[in-house]
């Protein structure tokens, strides 16, 4: 079984920052795209950021430059770097695995964390 374990959020001022990691768990023989999702509420979840085994990297267009997606292929984990921080960037932000091997020949499956929430305000 994998598991996506998330930490780092919490509330932080307009402005500031905040580094969200999650760490993958369990029997992983690889895992194709990693990535961040949020979701406020009310409102559908939004792909934040992803990156893939090679480094190719996808942002929304609100958070490009202010957030910085990164990944650690050894420790299967993915990193969420977010600067200059919004009210509007208030919400629960879930990390994502996409075609996660639990072996070289076996199926592929998506997997979430159970999510982190990220209240920006004064």
């Known amino acids: 079984q994998v598991q996506l374990v998330e930490s780092g959020g919490g509330l932080v001022q307009p402005g500031g920052s905040v580094r969200l990691s999650c760490a993958a768990s369990g029997s992983i023989f690889s895992i194709g795209i990693m990535g961040w999702y949020r979701q406020a509420p009310g409102k559908q979840r939004d792909l934040v950021a992803t990156i893939t085994t090679g480094g190719a990297i996808n942002y929304l267009d609100s958070v490009k430059g202010r957030f910085t997606i990164s990944r650690d292929n050894a420790k299967d984990t993915v990193y969420l770097q977010m600067n200059s921080l919004k009210p509007e960037d208030t919400a629960v932000y879930y990390c994502?695995?996409?075609?996660?091997?639990?072996?070289?020949?076996?199926?592929?499956?998506?997997?979430w964390g159970q999510g982190t929430q990220v209240t920006v305000s004064s």
């Open positions: 994502y695995a996409e075609r996660v091997k639990q072996t070289w020949y076996g199926p592929t499956g998506d997997y």
